[in-house]
């Protein structure tokens, strides 16, 4: 097998850890697990691991993450856990709610959340998630991650929901399906490659947005 050069390998994560070098040899004694690479966590400790218990997720943190366990078991209860998992399940599940919106645009939950529920929670807590609040993107074409996310009100959020701007050809073209060929709203943004709430906009309020 071809061996990865160490340039490829650096600034790759695995859960929580960090490559950041590669290891000598004997840094683990009597052991024989190949390639060792010294990595980074998340809390701040170095760890050298082997590199094939990194790519088969046999180690993802320096043994924080077990500590770890027990609290977040508490805490599943907690209205974040389902922000969380609904947010990971509308990016990366294709058969979720929301699937097409999010993870079929190309939308991600960043590694530092999707691999780590109290790293969310602590970030939540920390930037003014309170009960009734809803996880936004400010920029809706961007991924789920500390830089692009905050948390307001239903009314708020439902505000700033995507937009999609139609040009007038298009306009045309569901007015001509709908008067014509008398077609539903679902089976033209189907044909169209568009949201059912763009096609409604046009049919009932003559709007050119979503």
Request: glycine residues 10%; charged residues 30%.
């Amino acid at each position: 097998m071809k061996r990865t050069p160490i340039e490829d390998l650096i600034g790759k994560r695995f859960g929580r850890l960090v490559i950041i070098r590669e290891a000598a040899k004997d840094a683990i004694p009597n052991k024989r697990n190949g390639r060792l690479m010294e990595c980074l966590c998340e809390c701040g400790n170095i760890k050298v691991v082997a590199l094939l218990h990194l790519g088969n997720r046999h180690t993802t943190s320096c043994g924080c993450y077990a500590k770890t366990k027990g609290i977040i078991h508490g805490l599943r209860k907690h209205p974040l856990y389902t922000v969380w998992d609904n947010m990971k399940r509308r990016c990366s599940k294709p058969k979720a709610s929301g699937y097409k919106d999010y993870g079929g645009r190309g939308i991600k939950v960043c590694d530092e959340w999707a691999n780590d529920f109290k790293v969310f929670y602590d970030w939540a807590i920390a930037n003014g998630w309170q009960k009734g609040l809803e996880i936004d993107r400010e920029n809706n074409d961007g991924h789920y991650e500390p830089s692009n996310c905050r948390f307001l009100t239903k009314k708020k959020n439902s505000q700033n929901q995507r937009r999609t701007v139609l040009s007038p050809e298009t306009v045309e073209e569901i007015k001509h399906l709908r008067s014509t060929k008398k077609w539903g709203r679902k089976k033209i943004a189907d044909a169209l490659g568009l949201t059912v709430g763009a096609v409604g906009g046009v049919i009932y309020n003559n709007t050119w947005q979503q």
